[in-house]
T-cell receptor, first 114, second 111 residues
């Protein structure tokens, strides 16, 4: 069966510091990968998605970036965090190819920028 | 995504069926209806999805009206652990990369 893991689960970072959230998927190959953010009391916002190694699409302009160095690894980064970057970050995956495939989410990472 | 409308909150007695409605009147003929739920501080959990026919799995049943403009998620025997926010989503056909979560329905299962 397929599993998805992301870490760290919680993170408290000062303004201006860098960020790295990692996500890995097991049990499948060539998945579509996603990063979402959920601000308190609001719905999910798609940040980035990837259909293959090195292929990243950005949905929202901001000071975050994403990379996919391996087929089942997705990384969310920032060089300098802002207070507004605080939130709940979710990595997700779906089977590659057919556009209607179900998206499965990881456990989430709570980021607090202070 | 096709716009969906859900009630902001619902209560259900433990052991009873929970029926969560969703309106999606602008849905296109080849767009699926997906349901997820999110328990506080956890990632969303996939529940079920369907196109035209009613669907059932180990978690829930999905009833889609004949005109496909609305659907109902049914949890047959709600437990306290089913307390969560339930999201009804209709992604763009041709782009499952986009999965826009709205406000959902806060279901509270009461003892």
């Amino acid at each position: 069966s397929q599993t998805i893991h992301q870490w760290p689960a919680t993170l408290v970072q000062p303004v201006g510091s860098p960020l790295s959230l990692e996500c890995t998927v097991e049990g499948t190959s060539n998945p579509n990968l996603y990063w979402y953010r959920q601000a308190a009391g609001r719905g999910l916002q798609l940040l980035f998605y990837s259909v293959g190694i090195g292929q990243i699409s950005s949905e929202v302009p901001q000071n975050l970036s994403a990379s996919r160095p391996q087929d089942r690894q997705f990384i969310l980064s920032s060089k300098k965090l802002l207070l507004s970057d605080s939130g709940f970050y979710l990595c997700a995956w779906s089977k590659g190819g057919f556009s209607g495939n179900t998206i499965y989410f990881g456990e989430g990472s709570w980021l607090t920028v202070v | 995504d096709a716009k969906t409308t859900q009630p902001p909150s619902m209560d259900c007695a433990e052991g009873r069926a929970a029926n969560l409605p969703c309106n999606h009147s602008t849905i296109s003929g080849n767009e699926y209806v997906y349901w997820y739920r999110q328990i506080h501080s956890q990632g969303p959990q996939y529940i079920i999805h369907g196109l035209k026919n009613n669907e059932t799995n180990e978690m829930a049943s999905l009833i889609i009206t004949e005109d496909r403009k609305s659907s109902t998620l049914i949890l047959p025997h709600a437990t306290l652990r089913d307390t969560a926010v339930y999201y009804c989503i209709v992604p763009f056909s041709g782009s499952a990369r986009q999965l826009t979560f709205g406000s959902g329905t806060q279901l509270t299962v009461l003892p």
